[in-house]
């Protein structure tokens, strides 16, 4: 069951890049949590996907000297739903359809990616944790910067289209 989730249903077992497999999967599962229940259900279903994931990480990685092997890609999960975090917000808040702004989307998973895969600041100093909180440390991080930069999108392009 642990290795199943944490590689959220075998989608990390992908070859190449199980952490961009990963991410690519988090989507239509985002999809899903924003339609059953807004901004407040994607925000919880973040905060156990991160607790399962430390949990499942710990369980994978115990006495192994590889504490963040590719396949466990829960962490992009988190990590990918909190870039999406101003989308989901946004779709509530107008009253949108949640794949109406797809250019949030897009936004979100470019810059989830680049700051996984770059490890700026505080992101690589999570993934130094080598440890299950550091692994999904890191891909938190990388979530609120592309969040960040993704509300920063929104409002420069709606700048004077209010």
Do not use: N
């Not at 190449?16 to 059953?36: C, K, Q, Y």
């Not at 739903?81 to 101003?86: E, R, S, V």
């Not at 107008?94 to 936004?107: E, K, M, N, R, S």
Request: with cysteine; net charge negative.
């Amino acid at each position: 069951m642990t290795r199943l989730l944490a590689t959220f249903f075998g989608v990390g077992l992908l070859k190449p890049a199980p952490g961009t497999w990963g991410s690519l999967a988090a989507l239509p599962a985002f999809w899903i949590v924003h339609v059953l229940g807004g901004f407040p259900l994607v925000v919880v279903a973040t905060l156990i996907v991160f607790a399962v994931g430390v949990w499942v990480t710990r369980a994978e990685t115990a006495g192994k000297e590889d504490h963040d092997p590719s396949e466990i890609v829960i962490d992009e999960v988190a990590g990918q739903w909190i870039a999406l975090w101003p989308v989901s917000l946004g779709a509530q808040m107008a009253g949108a359809d949640v794949l109406a702004l797809y250019p949030g989307w897009i936004a979100a998973f470019v810059f989830f990616r680049l700051f996984d895969i770059w490890k700026p600041g505080p992101v690589g100093w999570a993934d130094r944790r080598h440890d299950a909180i550091g692994v999904m440390l890191d891909d938190v991080i990388a979530g609120v910067l592309a969040a960040v930069c993704v509300g920063a999108l929104a409002a420069i392009a709606h700048m004077g289209f209010a």
